[in-house]
């Protein structure tokens, strides 16, 4: 099966709007790519391979999870990839961190944007993305799965289960961003 995940996820994805993604629903991964463009972007350099950017999985629904959560503005401090993407087109989208709840500030690892700067994220994540799914045939547990994959791919912007030498840089970028949302102010 993991083979099988691996050659569905396989690149290059579709666009956001491409209505096969919306047909195929239920729990499973999704891998995100963007073309060299975006990794220079992104700060990440040329892409090595063909290798996506974030693997991830939807216990429930893929649809759900990747278009109404990470590709939908407001939802940054819902969204590990959102926030990733945020961190490292800080500069090149002129993106300013505030707390997920700026009603109730903390958290602030998990940082949400303000609202012109997130709808410009949204914007630049779907002019530049794209999106692969597998869906699980079977009740299988998805973690064992996502993480050959992830150690298959090595993708840059996952800061969990996975090493790469984009990491500490990945860190560095989000760390800065949270501190910029424990010192926001309204």
Known sequence: MKTEAIAALAPPGRRLDDPQLRSKDGPGLYAIYGPPEAWLSLGLGP??????????????SLVKRDVHQHFRTGKTGSSTLRRSLAALLRRHLDLKAQPRNPKKPDHFSSYGLLPEGDQRLTTWMLDNLRL???????????????????????????????????????????????????????
């Open 132 to 186: 692969a799914l597998w869906l699980r045939p079977n009740r299988d547990e998805l973690r064992p799965i996502e993480q050959t994959v992830l150690q298959h791919w090595l993708p840059p912007l996952n800061g969990q289960g996975v090493k790469t030498p984009w990491s500490g840089q990945l860190s560095a970028a989000r760390k800065s961003m949270a501190d910029e949302a424990r010192a926001w102010k309204a």
């Open 47 to 60: 892409p090595p391979d063909s290798r996506p950017l974030y693997v991830g999985k939807a216990e429930m």
